[in-house]
């Protein structure tokens, strides 16, 4: 009965090459994001999908371009990767204009490029 | 944009002393401040939160206290046990409709048996 889940868990690959993560909630959410996660920790907002719209978009390189095929999954796919790209991506979903904030992380995929 | 400062960025304790982390903001309009614990190899959960219309809230050990006027807000981890050792995030939530939450640096706390 996992809440919020992504796969793969790890993700080994070389620079140049392109490669997808998958997310998916079944907690009935409106909202799913994407987060990254650096080698210090530091957690950054990429993208947010409300209903499958994009509603959040950071300055992040269009090399990275989220994909929602319905509310429940939110994709991310990296074109053309970068060893600046290695670090942990984390998938969150929340409902949304109800007053309930609360966030729910996923366990995260760590990307290694090298 | 808004910008959130959180310290200290390491934080060491015995067991069962109290641990302290605070964390400041420059959005006034900011309404929402959640406050996340992260393990070693999972995502960030939460642990609590508080909203601009309240001071303070308690949660059993935890509980988070929060100055609008200063805008600034803490977290305070009483009697700490050996499994409250993870990586703590505050956060704000933007004031603009998007749901978007601005995260501190994050605090790794250790608790010493």
């Known amino acids: 009965d996992t809440a919020v889940s992504q796969t793969p868990k790890y993700l080994v690959t070389q620079m140049g090459n392109d490669k997808s993560i998958k997310c998916e909630q079944n907690?009935?959410?409106?909202?799913m994001y994407w987060y990254k996660q650096d080698s210090k920790k530091f957690l950054k907002i990429m993208f947010s999908y409300n209903n499958k719209e994009l509603i959040i978009n950071e300055t992040v390189p269009n090399r990275f371009s989220p994909k929602s095929p319905d509310k429940a999954h939110l994709n991310l796919h990296i074109n053309s990767l970068e060893l600046g790209d290695s670090a942990v991506y984390f998938c969150?979903?929340?409902?949304?204009?109800?007053?309930?904030?609360?966030?729910?992380f996923g366990p995260g995929t760590r990307l290694t490029v090298t | 944009g808004e910008n959130v400062e959180q310290h200290p960025s390491t934080l060491s304790v015995q067991e069962g002393d109290s641990a302290v982390i605070k964390c400041t903001y420059s959005?006034?309009?900011?309404?929402?401040f959640p406050w996340y614990k992260q393990e070693l190899g999972k995502g960030p959960q939460l642990i609590i939160d508080i909203r601009s219309n309240v001071g303070e809230k308690k949660d059993q050990r935890i509980a988070v206290t929060l100055n609008k006027t200063a805008k600034h807000f803490s977290l305070h981890i009483t009697e700490t046990q050996p499994e409250d050792s993870a990586v703590y995030f505050c956060?704000?939530?933007?004031?603009?409709?998007?749901?978007?939450?601005?995260f501190g640096q994050g605090t790794t706390l250790q608790v010493k048996p």
């Open positions: 907690l009935g959410h409106d909202t």
């Open positions: 956060a704000v939530r933007s004031s603009s409709n998007t749901g978007k939450l601005i």
């Open positions: 969150a979903s929340s409902e949304y204009g109800t007053g309930t904030y609360e966030q729910y």
């Open positions: 959005d006034s309009a900011s309404n929402y």
